[in-house]
């Protein structure tokens, strides 16, 4: 007769068993691969827009123009996040955690949101001369977003995304920086009040974008952390 406590005992490296079965084959099933040409589509949307911002502020001739392109971009961009979105709650297996997609698909679209917001701020205020903090803020900016680029390109094969989250920081603190002189020159008693108020925002505006791009950074460096 057999001891009913061997055969208990014997039960749970069975289970174990099947779980590594199961994992081992989890492995096997393809990944959605979509999401990492959805990024990289919004990337470049981002990219476009921050190029036509710089345009509209290096020459405010060009910004009620360029505010329109962005406008349209900008409903581009919602329609990818929405793909982006809509693919994800279909899908089982992903090329990295529901929780990162959806971080980096939040945190690209509020960056193109400010990127519009800036254009249309610049557009409905009216400011008429754009200062030169204003013009390296939005150099800034393009920099940020094309570094978020070409490491959003390095998504599936994990290589650079640090180097490029890191000069994405290094941007944003010279961007802090700027800011914080260019508001505190505002203040300088040589600015009518008006002036004052829509320059503030409009800063203010540049730098939560910059901050955005820093933001996406960080999500950036965990997934190539957790996918190492």
């Known amino acids: 007769m057999s001891d009913p406590r061997r055969t208990s005992a014997s039960s749970p490296p069975k289970r ?6 199961f994992s081992k084959n989890l492995r096997l099933i393809p990944r959605e691969r979509r999401f990492y040409d959805l990024f990289e589509q919004q990337a470049a949307t ?6 036509l911002l710089e345009e509209a502020l290096a020459d405010v001739a060009n910004l009620a123009g360029c505010q329109r ?27 990295f955690d529901h929780e990162d997609i959806y971080a980096l698909a939040s945190g690209l679209d509020d960056i193109l949101d400010y990127i519009e917001e800036v254009a249309d701020t ?13 013009r390296e803020l939005t150099r ?5 977003v094309a570094q978020l680029e070409q490491a959003i390109g390095s998504l ?16 944003e603190n010279v961007g802090d920086s700027t800011s914080r002189h260019a508001i505190a020159e505002l203040f300088s008693d040589q600015h009518p009040p008006l002036e004052v108020i829509k320059l503030k925002d409009l800063y203010g505006l540049l730098e939560d974008a910059l901050d955005r791009c820093e933001t996406v950074a960080n999500v950036l460096e965990g997934i190539a952390t957790k996918n190492a």
């Open 46 to 51: 981002i990219v476009r827009s921050a190029g």
């Open 156 to 171: 599936e094969s994990g290589r650079g995304i640090d180097e490029r989250s890191a000069e994405v920081h290094r941007l």
């Open 69 to 95: 392109e962005i406008k349209a971009l900008e409903n581009q961009g919602d329609e990818i996040t929405h793909e982006i979105v809509t693919t994800l709650n279909r899908t089982f297996v992903t090329p």
């Open 140 to 144: 800034l900016l393009t920099l940020a």
């Open 122 to 134: 610049a557009n409905l205020y009216g400011i008429t001369t754009i200062p030169e903090p204003a």
């Open 16 to 21: 174990r068993g099947l779980r590594g079965i």
